[in-house]
């Protein structure tokens, strides 16, 4: 397989996947596996390398999603034309010994703006974040989105004009040095609707370069919601002096000061 370089930033690079003769389109499966949901046109898989500044449980924090105010924060972060942003359903919410592990399904709208003249597109969504731990004792992180059909959601398309595009992504961030995190990102977007290529590519590379932002959203998280259940938890696990789970982290530390504070002048 061959990659083409599409879109670039400092430390951060895209790349476009090259087609070879009669190379088929990629293809979402749905989830019972009885169907399969394919563009009409190509969609190329895209490849993210690089790198950001942070901690990794930073960025698992900006990730992590347990309602749709979650959600609408970190799209700000990561997305330049959503129009709206929705927690359908939690399936899976953060615990005390699993701070950093939420899955929901989740609703988006994209707007036209980035494209003229092309119709608005939705996506459903399963979003999944958690942690592993390799053979070699490294901790990682990852997050996946993969689009699914379900009833309970059927298309928008007659009703509110909405195209259903299909997506499907997975990230992997490692902790490289002590404020440097890996990021490796694949997956692709199929716009559908007859959709030209490039439209695709374009939606998919802004959104994988985008996707690194998600960091900044951990800090906001933080300071305007301190009750947050994760926040609880990493405070829980320094009180107990349990795994620490890196709570020194600037953001941690950043939302503690703030937290005590505001607690220090309503108890005086």
């Not at 299909?166 to 440097?180: A, G, M, Y």
């Not at 305007?224 to 953001?251: I, M, N, Y």
Request: include cysteine; aromatic fraction near 10%.
């Amino acid at each position: 397989m061959q990659w083409k370089l599409c879109k670039a930033t400092k430390d951060f690079a895209v790349y476009k996947q090259r087609y070879i003769a009669k190379e088929h389109c990629n293809i979402l499966q749905i989830l019972d596996g009885e169907d399969l949901v394919i563009s009409k046109n190509k969609c190329p898989m895209l490849l993210g390398i690089g790198s950001v500044d942070g901690r990794l449980d930073d960025m698992l924090y900006g990730a992590v999603v347990e309602n749709t105010r979650d959600l609408r924060i970190r799209v700000a972060y990561t997305e330049e034309d959503v129009e709206d942003a929705q927690v359908l359903q939690v399936l899976t919410t953060p615990a005390a010994d699993n701070p950093f592990s939420s899955e929901s399904v989740i609703w988006i709208v994209n707007g036209a703006s980035s494209i003229p003249f092309m119709k608005k597109r939705d996506l459903i969504q399963l979003h999944f974040v958690g942690t592993r731990i390799l053979a070699n004792g490294e901790r990682v992180g990852f997050s996946l989105w993969h689009s699914i059909e379900t009833r309970k959601a059927p298309s928008l398309y007659n009703s509110m004009d909405l195209v259903r595009a299909k997506s499907s992504s997975c990230v992997i961030w490692r902790q490289s040095t002590e404020n440097k995190i890996d990021v490796y990102h694949r997956g692709f977007v199929a716009y559908m609707g007859n959709a030209p290529e490039f439209a695709s590519t374009m939606v998919g590379a802004q959104a994988t370069l985008a996707a690194q932002n998600i960091i900044h959203a951990a800090s906001y998280v933080l300071v305007a919601e301190p009750t947050h259940s994760v926040f609880w938890w990493l405070c829980w696990q320094c009180d107990a002096q349990v795994w620490r789970l890196h709570c020194f982290s600037k953001a941690c530390l950043s939302a503690m000061q703030i937290f005590e504070a505001d607690h220090f002048r309503h108890s005086i």
